[in-house]
């Protein structure tokens, strides 16, 4: 997208859309506290970028 002389770039990031349970597989807590360290749940964050 153009506005005058700065480029402007509209972005959107869904993570976890079916709300799954999940635990990283590198965090030593899955391996020291199992059950009790899940990713966190359903999100999405929008942003607007421009450069100019």
């Not at 597989?25 to 899940?38: D, M, Q, R, Y």
Request: proline content about 6%; glycine content about 12%.
């Amino acid at each position: 997208m153009q506005a005058g002389a700065a480029n402007l770039l509209l972005f959107a990031r869904l993570d976890n859309a079916g709300d799954v349970l999940a635990y990283s597989a590198s965090s030593i807590l899955t391996h020291t506290a199992p059950g009790k360290a899940p990713l966190p749940g359903r999100s999405i964050k929008v942003g607007l970028q421009g450069q100019f």
